[in-house]
């Protein structure tokens, strides 16, 4: 084992925790050029997914039937800091696909961005499930849900059609059998 990167998140000036940090970059090859801490070592891939629960998309027909775009992939591959123009993006694409933001299982925070923050208090506004950083990510799953003629219900339940078929893409593009599912900081599966 390499030794860990070690990252301090500071809170007004203050060390407020202490983060181990494991990492691998890895070649076009598939080499190692990189390696720090436990790279072998099996971990969630949460954030990391998005891409790959994003192909749902796809599997489920939803991206022709929807008409969407490369704003839509994107913001359903991302980790979005909850700014004006990803509020827009979003409700753009759940207008294409015919749900709302009520729809979203995914709860609500402040933007990651710090000025879409700073504007939501200066507004006076309380955020949305839009501006959860997994919301677009939540709306792929409920255009594949729509798309697939599933209920929109229970979508981030393992054996919901739009997970089971995550899940099924997932195992078949690792090369395993199985994977074990667990629960994400949104509410969604991830995977281990």
Avoid at 110 to 139: I, M, V, W, Y
Avoid at 148 to 177: C, F, N, S, T
Wanted: include cysteine; hydrophobic fraction near 40%.
């Amino acid at each position: 084992m390499n030794k860990a990167i070690i990252s301090y998140l500071l809170r007004n000036e203050r060390v407020e925790s202490i983060h181990l940090t494991h990492a691998a970059l890895v070649g076009p090859e598939g080499e190692t050029v990189f390696a720090a801490g436990f790279t072998d070592a099996p971990l969630y891939v949460r954030s990391a997914a998005k891409p790959f629960q994003a192909a749902v998309l796809h599997l489920s027909g939803a991206v022709e039937k929807y008409s969407l775009g490369t704003e839509d992939l994107a913001v359903a591959c991302a980790s979005h800091g909850g700014e004006p123009r990803h509020i827009e993006v979003l409700r753009q694409f759940q207008d294409k696909v015919g749900v709302s933001v009520d729809d979203l299982a995914c709860g609500a925070h402040f933007p990651f961005n710090r000025q879409a923050e700073e504007q939501l208090l200066a507004d006076g506004t309380q955020p949305t499930q839009l501006h959860n950083n997994c919301s677009g990510k939540h709306t792929a799953f409920l255009a594949a849900a729509k798309a697939l003629g599933a209920p929109l219900e229970g979508y981030l339940e393992p054996d919901h059609p739009v997970q089971a078929a995550i899940l099924m893409e997932l195992k078949r593009l690792a090369g395993l059998d199985e994977i074990p599912v667990g629960v994400d900081g949104c509410s969604a599966p991830t995977y281990f």
